[in-house]
Each structure stands twice: as C-alpha cells, then as structure tokens.
C-alpha cells in the first residue's frame, strides 16, 4: 500500500457480538450456532478484549469427554482437559486473545492470521477496548476495488509521485486488478520501484511492466533505448546501478560493519535479537528490517516487544554514526506497504553530528543486563531527572511509580510471575529461548544462557523473572535482593508500532546513560505480556499513556555479556556481504546483519 491508507478499520465488521466472562456453555454453543461465527471475543467491564473462545475451545468436551481414562494414558494437554471441564467463557477462552489495532494494515493483519492459522480476529483501540471483528473474508474485500479506481490511485500516487518528469508518457491500464505499465521513463533504475509500489496499491492482482528507457537516434537515424523488458530489463538496471558512484567519504566495509556490531549490542526481549540490517551503498541508507522469525506469537503476539527491541537497535545505530561524526536522517516505517522495514538511517554528511548521543558511544559495549541483587543506594534525584529528560527527544516518558503505585507496579510483576508458572505456553515460549547448557560467554548464542539468569531470589521484592522456570539449574545459587527496588516506567502517547519503536530508542538511550553514570539495570517485561496487567501499570494520576517497559535500576554488579551469534539454534541469516563479492574478511561472528547491496 502507498497512496491510500487501507487500514483494518476499512474492512472490519463494527456489529460485533461478545461474551462476558460469566457467559455459560450453552449459551456460546447458542451463539456460534444461529450467528454461524467460528469464534467469539470475550471482554471485560471495560469491554477490553481478555480472550476469545472458538469453536475449538468448545470441541474440547467432546473431544475429552472420557476424560479420565485420556489422562491416564497421557495424551492431551492440562490445559486441553481444563477447557474440556469448563463451563463459563472464563473457563474456556483462550487468553491472551490475539487482537489486532483498527490502524494495522491490511497487510499487517494478514500476515498475523497466516502466522497463527486463525480465521478472524477481534479489533481493539490503543486502549485493548474491542471495535469490530475482521475475518480472513474482510482483508479479501479489497480485491474488488473497481479497476477505475485502481488505475487512478497508480496515476497519482506511483507515477506522478516519482517520476513527475514522466508521467505525461507514461500509461497505465487496469482490468480485472491486473495493472499495465507503458511508456519510458527518463531513469531505468527507478523502474524496480515503481513496479513495486504499484504491487503495493491496495486491490491490485498483479503488475506488467513493459517500461522503457529513452530512445536515442543513431546515425542512420534508426532509434535505439534501453527496453526494462525480458533480460534487455534486467541488463538496463544492473549498468544503471554499476554505474551509480558513492561519495568518496562514504563508510567503507569494516566501517559498515563495526557500525552494525554496535546497533546490534542491544536489549531484546528474551534475548532474541529480532532484526536484520541491510546496508544500501549507492544511497548511504542502512536498512533496520524486523526478524519476524525470532517473533514470540504468545508473549508479543502484536510484535510490540520485537519492535521495541529494534528501536533499542536503532538508537545504538544512531549513536555509532554520531560517534564518527556523521549526519544522519532517520525515518521510522518509511514504506507502510513494507512493515518489516522498521526504519532507514542515511548518512547526509560528516560534521555536526549529535554531541550527546556521541557521548553516550563508551556505554554501548558496557550495558549488560544485571540480574543480580542491587544495593539499597537510592539513586540522586538529578540523576534521575537526567534519565528522565533522555527519554523525552525519542517520544516517550520516563516516571518513576512511588508510594502505593510503586507497590502496585510489583504486585503486578509478581501476579505475572505467577501466572507464568502455571501457563504450559508462556513456560514453552521461556523454553525455547532460554539454555541451560551454556556454562560460559564462549558458549552463548542468542536467548538467555543460564549463567545470565542471575542467582534465585530468596528474598526482597526485586521485580526478577526467574529464566529457569520450572527447570533445575545445576549449581545456581539463591540470594536476598533489594527490598526497596528503584523502578522506573517507559511510556508513550500512542500505542502504534512507531511508538514501540520510539519506546525502544528511548529505552536504550536512558541505559546508555544510566550505564555511563555507574549504574546497573535489568528489564521487567512479566506484566506487560499480559494485557490486563499492563492497562494497570499506568500512571494513576493521570490514567494517560501506554506502558512499554519496566526498568529496575541501581547501583551493584554489572551483568555478563550475552553476545549475539551467527551460529546459534536459531540463526538463519548469512553473513554480512558485499554486493556481489565474498563476505569482508573481519566481519564477527556476532553480526547478524542481512547484506549490502
């Protein structure tokens, strides 16, 4: 999509039926009968969304009904046999449910139901409150766009937007969806872009592009050009971009190379590193694109986790760049038909970069997170009103909850906790990111190692999530932590996935700086994988603002390093490389970059 902005909100159905939690069996098996719906939204008094209870969820009574003899022959989960004895929609429902926002795109929305294999889902606002449901029929539905319309919506939004000096000569057909683009173009190497911006246009089938370059007059007066068509296309492109030259002050490899080494010395949720970077050498643009691969579909089911931990990347990008003196402009999901493209960094020019984040370019390789007890130290109210104020040039707030918020804050970190232990999907999800088996640095790959969970807490009321969960670790200690932790909470206005990311760049940069001034800190994200808990993390005086991230900090020792890996379980990216040339001989095994080109 480029031009109109189809969102969820375009398509979805805002007549929507939806079951309290008190909402007994019969009544549901009533309801998907005579509505003929596969699923239905469950909501709380606030009609938030808390789960959703399928036709799935109900075959469970049948599917177990000889439940005990089941039971006694292992097969079937617990959770499987709990919904099978249930008999209200709290006892049924699937939670937390898999919602999507009224201003995802279509695209967006999509991909999240191939993903989970679901066939609609319930629509919320920025505050988890349902507006609509949106099936896999409704995302169809653009499909039927008139021709007329489409061919309109090419005219002044491709062709007219980028290639203005074109666009008289240029023709664009649409029948049955299936658009044709004519003409010539004054620039061959525009013509992959415009082929896939026009793809991008909501309703379109598909994309035949017979564009040429200009036409020249030879001697004999015969004209000759550069045909975009069969391998004459391909040609004309490839001598297009060879011929394109770099300014002189542009990074070289190793250059490119040691800046991406610092954006991806990062936090991220589980340690998952959840990004991919692409270098683009004739235009100076780094390329941030979201790992949707290293996704957790149940504890971030909306990826707000992932794209905070891009944003953590970005700003690490940032200030690498501002460290070696470089200009650089930053645009956060830059193309909406391409979500996965979190954001592009250019390099303008040297000189006159941003001085504090240069400064803060020593911290990037000593933030670690330190899950160890912190001394009872309070930190200065000036530091504090510092880390505050670094938040703020990223779009977020930094407060810190006191008093009976404070308390509440906790609360609900260990009510997360809890639930945690006893939920087989969120402890599965743990598991798979999590490794027992890595006794040393040397060892580690991505996700948390075992001698990064820090010791058990045997006491205090330090927020600390225990990574072994049910499992035993060999010779893990236990020790007393703080019993008056400092917390802190990062907010924005909005709850987009721009926002996630701008929570992310602010999140690193209080780090950073909180680094730089001595202080250790550890991230405490239980709560906010829950949605009914995080809505209880705002701020009770002014009930404004999405919570993104917890932040424990203090003084006390610093964590081990987590390195990333090219050569972990889970790693599926090559090798930074050159176009069209083996990879640079000093590229670490840590970055996990996607390329250049």
């Known amino acids: 999509m480029y031009g109109s902005d189809y969102t969820v909100s375009d398509v979805m159905t805002r007549s929507v039926v939806a079951l309290t939690a008190g909402a007994p069996f019969k009544d549901i098996v009533r309801t998907v009968r005579t509505r003929r719906i596969s699923a239905l939204p469950v909501v709380d008094v606030g009609n938030r969304v808390v789960g959703v209870v399928s036709e799935a969820d109900l075959l469970r009574k049948e599917e177990f009904r000889d439940s005990d003899q089941q039971v006694r022959r292992g097969t079937g989960s617990a959770s499987a046999h709990d919904k099978a004895r249930g008999v209200t929609a709290a006892d049924l429902m699937t939670s937390p449910a898999i919602t999507v926002h009224a201003d995802e795109t279509l695209a967006g929305a999509a991909r999240v139901m191939a993903r989970r294999g679901i066939k609609r889902m319930p629509v919320v606002d920025a505050d988890g409150v349902l507006r609509g449901i949106v099936s896999r029929g409704d995302l169809l539905r653009v499909f039927l766009r008139p021709d007329q319309e489409i061919a309109e919506e090419v005219l002044r939004e491709v062709t007219r937007g980028r290639l203005p000096d074109s666009a008289g000569a240029l023709r664009v057909g649409v029948h049955d969806g299936v658009v044709t683009l004519a003409g010539e173009v004054g620039d061959t190497a525009v013509v992959p872009l415009v082929e896939g911006l026009t793809r991008s246009v909501e309703g379109v089938v598909d994309v035949r ?18 045909d975009s068509s069969g391998g004459d296309k391909e040609a004309a492109h490839r001598r297009a971009y060879e011929e394109t030259t770099v300014n002189d002050r542009a990074p070289s490899d190793e250059q490119v190379i040691s800046l991406v080494g610092d954006a991806v010395a990062a936090p991220s949720m589980h340690n998952a590193q959840p990004w991919r970077f692409r270098y683009v050498r004739h235009t100076r643009t780094f390329e941030l694109h979201a790992d949707y691969d290293r996704a957790m579909p149940y504890s971030d089911p909306r990826t707000r986790g992932l794209h ?7 700003l690490n990008l940032r200030v690498a760049l501002a460290d070696e003196g470089w200009q650089a402009e930053t645009r956060l999901l830059p193309h909406p038909e391409q979500p996965s493209l979190v954001a592009t960094v ?10 504090d984040l ?3 370019h020593g911290a990037v390789a000593e933030r670690h997170s330190s899950r160890f007890p912190f001394e009872e130290r309070r930190i200065a109210d000036s530091l504090r009103g510092a880390l505050a104020e670094a938040a703020r040039p990223e779009g977020a707030t930094l407060v810190y909850p006191a ?3 404070l308390q509440q804050v906790l609360d609900l970190v260990r009510e997360a906790e809890a639930r945690g232990l006893t939920d087989s999907e969120s402890d599965r999800e743990l598991a798979e990111w999590t490794r027992t088996d890595a006794p040393s640095v040397n060892g580690a790959a991505d996700g948390v190692p075992a001698y990064a969970f820090g010791p058990v807490r045997s006491g205090g009321k330090a927020p600390m999530r225990d990574f072994a969960g049910p499992r035993r670790v060999s010779g893990r200690n236990s020790a007393v932590f703080e019993a008056a932790p400092q917390i802190a909470c990062v907010s924005t206005t909005h709850d987009r996935p721009e926002d996630w990311v701008k929570a992310g760049q602010a999140l690193e940069r209080v780090l950073l700086l909180a680094t730089a001034e001595g202080l250790v800190c550890s991230l405490a994200t239980q709560p906010l994988e829950r949605p009914d808990l995080r809505w209880l993390l705002r701020d009770p005086k002014t009930g404004a603002g999405h919570p993104q991230m917890l932040l424990r900090l203090g003084y006390g020792p610093v964590g081990p390093r987590t390195p990333p890996s090219s050569r972990g379980r889970r790693a599926r990216t090559p090798p930074l490389r050159q176009h069209g040339g083996a990879r640079p001989r000093h590229a670490p095994e840590g970055l996990r970059p996607c390329g250049c080109r």
């Open 308 to 314: 905070i931990g891009c944003g953590a990347a970005l």
């Open 358 to 360: 240069a400064a803060l």
């Open 209 to 226: 592009c017979e564009l040429s370059g200009p036409r020249h007059r030879s001697a004999d007066g015969t004209a000759s050009g550069a």
């Open 403 to 405: 008093s009976w918020h």
């Open 346 to 355: 250019r390099l303008s020019g040297r000189g006159g970069g941003d001085r």
